[in-house]
């Protein structure tokens, strides 16, 4: 160990590595590289000698959960690219156009809609439809915007597609289908709460042009719909088979969804006859390994803090000054999503730390729990992110300033967050 750091309190030396990491995002460096970066930092700065530090970066690679979890990420991605390529979810929103005659309903459910597939910048797709829907009522265009953001993101706290819901139940080896369960609520909040913000609209305001007079048939929706549910039923359902009857399979959950997201891209390249060139162009997207190499970064990352040590002489800090386990959870990865704007970041960032930390305090009987307000707060602070690209894109479109986005956003983030502190207190009761 470095002699100049051999008295700094191990907190400070993981906020050092935390800072560095933060700037490296912030300077443009990918995620991959900056958790990579802060790997090697965490092993320098707590002693560990080059070998050691070499065998846990090749230990957490080699984890069979590891290379499993990129792959899913990776051919999530596959499956939103191959969709949007063959105007798969254009067609989505548009059967979906005339089924709900309510206004309040069609501008919220067609944002909703887009968030059931992770897309970089997916707000902008439902932008459009938002604003055709918009002309029918009297609600100002910032207004729409926030409608557009908001209920693009209400799925992203429990939806087995989105990576930060998968990261986060591998980090904490938490039962996937007993995390969604926990956190559906979490969506219902947020729906509900978004309607404080949209009150002035209501199913008596005059259209200012005629709607559309006949509702088109359901089954086109549902068949445009149908290789998200393959993949959400068949997928988690064969994991679960598979972990039932072949418990010493490591992977066995990961083995059931990565089959159905083979077979639901490959029925949609065969359905609408998807050439080679644009197969290839898909496969070949850098994005896809880049993606790969962030969660195998972040991996590494989780693997040098547990074999450096640093939680272990950081939860002694915190016990020796009384630093409520709670407030770190809510804080920490509301900090990270303000600063990154990424899901995916505050999760690989800040989880490996309050997962240890969480268990040396004696708490992991409730982790379900801190996850749950940890993803919350995470995500409060993602949204709230002027980085976020969502966010970004959504003013763009609808000609709106931060400012006017702000204005919409904090009540309902606020009554997330009260719902979630809540809620927390409730589920540790339950579980204890």
């Given amino acids: 160990m470095m002699p100049i750091l051999e008295y700094v309190p191990a907190t400070l030396k993981v906020m050092l590595v935390f800072i560095i990491v933060l700037i490296a995002i912030r300077r443009k460096i990918s995620l991959g590289n900056a958790f990579l970066l802060g790997s090697v930092l965490m092993g320098v700065i707590f002693g560990l000698k080059p070998k050691t530090i070499l065998s846990s970066i090749a230990s957490s690679v080699l984890y069979p959960k590891t290379m ?7 051919l999530i991605l596959v499956l939103s690219s191959t969709m949007e390529k063959v105007g798969q979810m ?18 919220v459910m067609f944002p909703a809609i887009i968030g059931l597939l992770p897309m970089p910048g997916g707000a902008l797709f439902s932008a459009p ?15 729409l915007g926030f409608i557009n953001y908001w209920y693009r ?12 819901v998968l990261l986060a139940t591998a980090l904490a080896g938490l039962n996937l289908w007993k995390f969604v369960t926990i956190m559906v609520p979490l969506s219902v909040t947020a729906m509900v709460s978004g309607l404080f913000s949209i009150r002035g609209l209501n199913d008596n305001t005059q259209p200012l042009r005629p709607p559309l007079k006949a509702r088109p048939p359901l089954k086109p929706f549902l068949n445009e719909l149908s290789p998200i549910l393959f993949v959400i039923v068949f997928g988690l359902g064969m994991g679960v088979f598979l972990s039932s009857y072949f418990p010493q399979w490591s992977v066995s959950r990961e083995i059931g969804l990565i089959t159905a997201l083979c077979i639901a891209i490959g029925w949609i390249w065969v359905e609408n006859n998807c ?6 162009k898909i496969l070949t997207n850098p994005g896809l390994l880049g993606m790969m190499y962030m969660v195998i970064a972040i991996l590494i990352f989780k693997g040098m803090l547990e074999d450096s040590h640093a939680v272990a002489l950081i939860s002694q800090e915190f016990r020796t000054n009384h630093m409520p386990i709670t407030l770190i959870t809510a804080l920490l990865p509301l900090l990270v999503g303000v600063v990154t ?13 309050l997962i240890l930390l969480i268990q040396s305090y004696g708490e992991t009987q409730f982790m379900t729990a801190y996850i749950m307000l940890a993803m919350t707060c995470g995500f409060i602070g993602v949204l709230f992110s002027p ?40 589920l540790r009761y339950f579980f204890a």
């Fill in 68 to 74: 499993s979890l990129a792959v899913i990420i990776a």
């Fill in 90 to 107: 254009k067609r989505l929103l548009l059967h979906f156009q005339g089924l709900i005659s309510s206004k309040l309903l069609n501008l």
């Fill in 129 to 143: 439809m938002v604003k055709e829907l918009g002309e029918q009522t009297a609600l100002a265009s910032d207004k």
């Fill in 153 to 164: 993101h209400i799925w992203e706290y429990w939806w087995p597609l989105y990576p930060g």
């Fill in 275 to 280: 050439p080679k060139t644009d197969i290839r």
């Fill in 341 to 353: 704007g990424i899901t995916i970041a505050f999760v690989g960032g800040t989880f490996p730390i």
């Fill in 387 to 426: 980085l976020h690209l969502c966010l970004l894109l959504t003013n763009q479109y609808f000609s709106c300033r931060l400012a006017q986005s702000y204005k919409w956003l904090w009540l309902p983030c606020l009554l997330l967050f009260a719902f979630s502190s809540a809620y927390f207190y409730l």
